[in-house]
């Protein structure tokens, strides 16, 4: 096929929510040197985009962004100087392009796709060969596209500095995408997993994915101490804390004396931490912020995807038209695992 040279995309032009999305066409050149041009064939979404949206997403956004971080696709044409990607591989991108592998910076922090720079809800685009990594043989493209975002933290979380091991216990909070797939992870690793969430049917779904202990927090509001009574008072070794402010002095009563809480979210809003200090240093408890991950840690967690046949859970596909619809499903929060815009066929 003929190089494109214009793409359909979504922009924002105003930050007041996702009923601002607007389709547009825009010029394509063609990849740079170290570049190669990819037809994007989905993009999963994230509780980021919708925060992006209304113009509360904390770490910046530039104006009338392209949104969108996490896509799967075909490269379709190579620039000069590109070794190791062919035309016709199946891709997906780093959610920071420069994040290569090490810890982060203020630069490698302004290349997050959908934000700082221009993002993926578009047909086609160009990146930088470094940013990519081949999806494993086994995922689709729909499934795929739930890798760079969701997964990537989850495996960061979980293998990061003191990685999980067999015997550990995990805690993930409800059942969105970076729970979901923190609880494969655990699991096929050897962890028992304690899942929580506000719907006894999203726990069936936990339990089916091999969840061993279920717990509804709005039935047992007091869940941290139902986790120490499961835990015979021990605790647990990680926490996926996904509350934020809302769960956080929870997550600390619920964690092992020198256990990990991996905070990579602040969906239950606001609550009172001002005793934090004082309860993080009598668990001597590790508190770490998770900003994704490398493209080195992506090409890791693949190998696992790929030795243990892991399979993204994708709740709803829908197509490039219905990007508003998806992000209203999205913020409905009915979803178990991802929610994927289907941009082209395969």
Known sequence: MAIPTTTREYRLPKYDGYQSLTIQEASLPPPKAGEVLVKIIAVSLQYRDLIVSKGSYPLGCKDNVVPGSDMAGEIIAVGSDVDGFKKGDRVCANFALDHVFGDVNEKIKSTGLGAPIDGVL?????????????????????????????????????????????GDTVLVQGTGGVSIFALQFAKASGATVIA????????????????????????????????????????????????????????LTAVRYAGWVH????????????????????????????????????????????????????????????????????????????????????
Not at 196 to 216: C, F, Q, R, V, Y
Not at 220 to 247: F, N, Q, S, Y
Request: one cysteine or more; charged letters at 25%; a positive charge.
């Open 196 to 251: 929580t969430s506000s719907s006894d049917e999203k726990l069936k779904i936990a339990k089916k994915l091999g969840a061993d202990h279920l717990i509804n927090y709005k039935q047992v509001p007091e869940w941290e101490k139902e986790v120490l009574k499961i835990t015979e008072g021990r605790g647990v070794d990680h926490i996926v804390e996904v509350g934020g402010a809302g769960t956080l002095m929870k997550s």
């Open 122 to 166: 578009t047909e086609y685009k160009s990146f930088p060969a470094y940013s990519l990594v081949h999806i494993p043989p086994h995922l689709s493209y729909i499934e795929a596209s739930t890798l760079p975002c969701a997964a990537l933290t989850a495996y960061n979380a979980l293998m990061g500095p003191v990685p999980l091991k067999a």
């Open 263 to 346: 905070v990579i979210g602040f969906v239950a809003g606001a609550g009172d931490v001002s005793n934090l200090p004082v309860v993080a240093l009598g668990k001597g408890a590790i508190i770490r912020g998770i900003l994704i991950g490398s493209r080195d840690q992506f090409e890791s967690m693949n190998r696992l995807i790929i030795a243990q046949k892991l399979k993204p859970i994708v709740d709803k596909v829908f197509t490039f038209e219905q990007a508003k619809e998806a992000y209203a499903y999205l913020e409905s929060q009915k979803h178990v695992g991802k929610v994927v815009i289907k941009v082209a066929k395969d």
